[in-house]
């Protein structure tokens, strides 16, 4: 017997046929007229060449090949109710699902602290990891399913396929020590000019201030030109550079470190901080748990 000609519904009313020892009764229960029933039947004695259920009294009872097929007809019934047929839920006191994150060292420091915080209260058991990526391959780590979300400025994954919720948006300051001998409480593009700079420069990035001062053609001197943000706080706590950074980045570094910020003298590009998914995991409950989490904690309209 080919699988591909066989009609699972007709598994259904067989179980129901067990059930109710009654085709009138059976179809009833499965909302189907007396005639259709009753074609089913006939289907299902044709499909396994038996009689499966004869007449003795009031009642169809099953044959000898009907009461051997039960068993495994009940658990295909049973395993498509309950394993594929019935809502999947979610349980975040009780999974322990990996998350996997495309995210920046920026996006670590900012929402990693609070976020785990949270799990820990709602979900111990969930675990999280994150991946440092150039932008452009964030696309392919959503699309593959090796990662389950990116939060931070991906340019590239505004387009089709892809679902984004708008978490915060930060403009750009100037990050200094806090005894700086020269700048005070104000910056003058005179003073940004002709100081020294420490710039980042993550490899593959979008370097979005970088881009903003070419177009306005302002030129500084760059003394040290690093990879990671993070190893911006140690260099500028004991120098007099500069560092150019996301206001939400600063904060972090002059709550732990001996460094203040200014104003940029010039009107800086503001980033807009997303949380991105691809849309194979648009329904996935625990995906969509998390994403909530995330949303409720960093969005600031809550």
């Known amino acids: 017997m080919d699988i591909r000609s066989v009609d699972l519904n007709l598994l259904v009313v067989f179980n129901a046929m067990l059930e109710h020892r009654n085709v009138t009764k059976a179809g009833e229960a499965l909302r189907l007229s007396q005639p259709a029933m009753s074609a089913a039947v006939s289907r299902l004695r044709s499909l396994f060449d038996d009689p499966l259920f004869v007449r003795s009294g009031a009642a169809m009872v099953p044959t000898p090949k009907a009461q051997m097929l039960s068993p495994s007809i009940r658990q295909v019934v049973r395993t498509i109710e309950i394993d594929i ?3 999947t839920s979610f349980d975040p006191a009780s999974s322990n699902r990996t998350f996997t994150l495309v995210t920046p060292d920026i996006a670590e420091v900012n929402f990693l602290p609070r976020l785990l915080t949270e799990l820990a209260q709602q979900a111990p058991h969930i675990n999280l990891k994150t991946l440092a990526m150039p932008r452009q391959a964030a696309a392919q780590a959503l699309e593959s399913g090796v990662a389950e979300m990116a939060i931070g400025y991906f340019p590239d994954l505004h387009k089709a396929g892809f679902f984004q919720q708008k978490l915060i948006s930060s403009a750009h300051v100037c990050l200094v020590r806090k005894d700086h001998p020269e700048i005070g409480h104000k910056l003058s593009l005179a003073q940004f000019n002709q100081s020294l700079h420490a710039v980042v420069k993550p490899d593959g990035r979008e370097h979005v201030f970088e881009q903003f001062l070419q177009s306005k053609g302002i030129e500084r001197r760059v003394v040290v030109e690093l ?7 140690p260099i500028v706590e004991t120098s007099n550079l500069i560092a150019t950074v996301p206001k939400d980045l600063a904060d972090f570094f002059v709550k732990h470190g001996k460094v203040r910020y200014v104003d940029t003298p010039m009107k800086s590009p ?13 329904k996935d409950q625990a995906h969509v748990w998390l994403r909530q989490v995330i949303y409720k904690l960093f969005s600031p309209s809550h």
């Open 227 to 233: 990879s990671h943000f993070m190893s911006l706080l």
């Open 85 to 87: 047929l019935r809502p």
């Open 270 to 282: 503001v980033i807009d901080v997303h949380l991105f998914w691809h849309q194979r995991f648009q």
